[in-house]
């Protein structure tokens, strides 16, 4: 996914003016051009739209877009002839960009992580390979219609009561904690950041002005 610095009409007449000179130009701007986009994730896309309740609480932080910095690194760009080429190769980059919706391939539903630990053993050992783990450790795996539950081994000679979750969300009701959200599926917002604002592109025409008169 990427964008090209073309496609505005106003733009694209200013740069076929300047053609034969866009070998020598493309290189100095590209950067900054790279630079913008970063900037985009970092303000959460324009505009920006708030992440989800659930997605706050596994991140730990509110802003969009920004999570582990693995978007922001992706960010490269490439001169090509006449033209500059800035994208990533991240396969969900054009969902955080256009927005869509996440279903399940196979399985009947999505299993969300609740919290950022459960996310981190999801990610390298799967939802599978998770679960066994806690079932491993004594808990008990209960599945429900729209989350998933485990409830922590009964201490040996003691009536079980509740204690603070080692992994998941405590239950408002019970004992146990709430490890996955189950979902059919899950909409996420367009946040689009792989753009260039009408700013940015005058603040481009005058650089390259700069650069051809130095």
């Known amino acids: 996914m990427g964008i090209r610095l073309y496609g ?52 730990k932080s509110s802003k969009p877009l920004l999570d582990k910095g693995i978007l922001r690194a992706s960010i490269t760009y490439k001169v090509k002839e006449d033209k500059l080429i800035v994208g990533t190769n991240l396969i969900y980059a054009p969902i955080q960009h256009y927005g869509g ?7 009947k539903t999505l299993t969300l992580p609740t ?56 239950l408002k009701k019970g004992i146990g904690e709430l490890v996955l959200i189950r979902k059919k599926e899950v909409k996420i917002p367009a946040r689009p950041y792989m753009l260039l604002t009408e700013e940015e592109l005058e603040y481009l025409k005058e650089r390259i002005r700069e650069i051809l008169e130095s």
């Open 8 to 59: 505005d009409e106003n733009f694209d007449r200013f740069l076929e003016s300047l053609k034969k000179k866009l070998k020598m130009v493309l290189p100095e701007i590209a950067p900054e051009v790279r630079d913008f986009i970063v900037e985009h994730i970092k303000e959460g896309g324009i505009p920006s739209k708030p992440n989800a309740p659930l997605t706050i609480q596994v991140k």
């Open 101 to 107: 919706v996440i279903k399940p391939k196979k399985a």
């Open 115 to 170: 919290t950022r630990r459960v996310r981190r053993l999801v990610e390298t050992k799967g939802v599978r390979g998770f679960l066994k783990k806690l079932e491993e450790e004594g808990y008990k795996i209960v599945w429900r219609p729209k989350s998933v539950i485990a409830i922590p081994p009964k201490p040996k000679g003691k009536k079980r009561k509740k204690v603070k979750p080692k992994y998941g969300l405590p």
